[in-house]
């Protein structure tokens, strides 16, 4: 395939991704309510979307464009102790519910990302999240999965190829950090 026809194939993406704007304002609105009131928006994932995880939840701790305070996030996926002890105990399907069960706290926000949007681990984390006042964000692919059904937010991107899903919550993601960051500290 020739390079140039992959760029289509992202700015085409990226064109109907943009219908969803009106989405992201709503999730910023959500993430901004839970950082307002003292609490922390947590992220969870598996493979890539584990990464996009840590890397959204630094953005927001560290500094996303501006030199300013911490905001509360954090990933799930970060604690390999945890994880492989939750794991082995409890099944791999729980390690994300049970850490929230431990760290979360009711008013946070879980933002689970998934490009199917069938991850059984983040599916328990929205049930478990649900039981403790927690709001829940979904960004999956293209039809959403059983995460849509379960989010209070689902952000299903424009695809159902992975990649191309990924390259598409990353950049959703930087967009959020960008308007949070921009609300909390305006220039």
């Given at each position: 395939m020739k390079t140039e026809l992959l760029f289509d194939t992202i700015i085409e993406n990226f064109i109907k991704l943009k219908k969803q704007s009106t989405l992201l304002d709503d999730i910023a609105k959500t993430w901004i309510a839970s950082?307002?009131?003292g609490n922390t928006v947590i992220f969870c994932g598996n493979g890539g979307s584990a990464a996009d995880s840590q890397h959204l939840s630094a953005e927001l701790v560290g500094r996303y464009k501006k030199n300013r305070s911490a905001l509360a996030a954090l990933s799930l996926t970060v604690d390999t102790s945890a994880i492989t002890a939750i794991a082995?105990?409890?099944?791999?399907?729980?390690?994300?519910?049970?850490q929230l069960e431990g760290v979360g706290k009711k008013g946070d926000c879980l933002?689970?990302?998934s490009t199917s949007g069938n991850s059984q681990n983040i599916i328990n984390a929205f049930l478990k999240a649900k039981e403790m006042g927690i709001k829940t964000v979904a960004?999956?692919?293209?039809?959403?999965?059983?995460?849509?059904?379960?989010?209070?937010?689902?952000?299903?991107?424009?695809?159902?190829?992975?990649?191309?899903?990924?390259?598409?919550?990353?950049?959703?993601?930087?967009?959020?950090?960008?308007?949070?960051?921009?609300h909390f500290f305006a220039d």
């Open positions: 950082l307002e009131q082995n105990d409890f099944g791999y399907e729980h390690v994300f519910a049970r933002v689970g990302i960004f999956t692919g293209e039809h959403g999965g059983k995460m849509k059904e379960l989010a209070d937010i689902c952000l299903n991107v424009p695809s159902t190829v992975t990649n191309s899903v990924q390259e598409m919550h990353i950049a959703c993601g930087h967009i959020l950090c960008e308007i949070v960051e921009n």
